[in-house]
């Protein structure tokens, strides 16, 4: 039986927030592979603009290129329509019936959780990974994992990733990327990278952290010969 973590989101664009809570589950739940799931159309948001799949996958494949055990997973793209977690991994269940899932969110999709399509199924099919915030206790995470699981009736289905501060291998340019400037700027996020890139900016978070520290160089060298977001 393998581990697989499942990583679903538009990835518009992905970035290094994303590379290090996808690194934190792997290591402390000994996952063999993480699957990056770029959405389709997601359901519940209204992305009129959201780029290309292509645009997408290629920012995944230069992103994860450093980590032999991560890999992008078209599944949502090729299915097409609009993307419900719940089909995914009962694919996903249906194609590895032997093998265990995981499906990493953040503290964000924890609070919506109840309001996603079956979230009692999801649970059936795949455990829950949790990455918080630095500026969120446990505690607070935790009473709001038990409340869900009273209401689903599961016990130990949602689980708590404790991130750590640093990439375990180098993730760019051979060098280690640290998170201490990234948790000190409140973390980062991709509409705030496609806002920044719109109005010409160079840097994100109230002009606290470059952009060029959120991805790899590679990536933001795509973005910008494509002219996405500007």
Not at 31 to 58: G, Q, T
Not at 60 to 77: G, M, Q, R, S, W
Not at 179 to 196: Q, Y
Request: glycine share 6%; charged share 25%; net charge negative.
């Amino acid at each position: 039986m393998k581990c697989y973590g499942i990583m679903g989101g538009t990835f518009d664009p992905i970035h290094y927030g994303h590379l290090h809570i996808a690194e934190s589950a792997m290591h402390e739940f000994n996952l063999d592979k993480v699957m990056f799931v770029p959405n389709n159309h997601p359901a519940y948001k209204n992305r009129d603009n959201l780029s290309s799949a292509e645009h997408r996958v290629n920012m995944i494949k230069l992103a994860i290129e450093p980590y032999y055990d991560f890999e992008v997973n078209t599944i949502e793209i090729d299915r097409g329509g609009d993307t419900y977690t719940v089909d995914t991994v009962e694919e996903l269940k249906r194609m590895y019936p032997r093998d265990k899932f995981f499906f990493i969110i953040g503290l964000d999709s924890l609070i919506s959780f109840l309001d996603w399509k079956s979230p009692d199924k999801i649970v059936e099919y795949c455990d829950i990974l949790v990455g918080t915030r630095n500026n969120v206790t446990v505690e607070k995470v935790m009473k709001k994992i038990d409340e869900i699981e009273d209401q689903l009736g599961v016990d130990g289905k949602i689980h708590l990733i404790h991130s750590t501060k640093l990439f375990k291998r180098p993730v760019t340019n051979g060098t280690e990327a640290t998170f201490s400037d990234m948790i000190a700027t409140g973390g980062i996020s991709s509409s705030d990278i496609r806002n920044s890139l719109a109005q010409k900016k160079t840097k994100i978070n109230g002009g606290l952290l470059p952009i060029k520290n959120a991805m790899s160089a590679e990536e933001l060298q795509y973005i910008k010969a494509n002219k996405l977001y500007m």
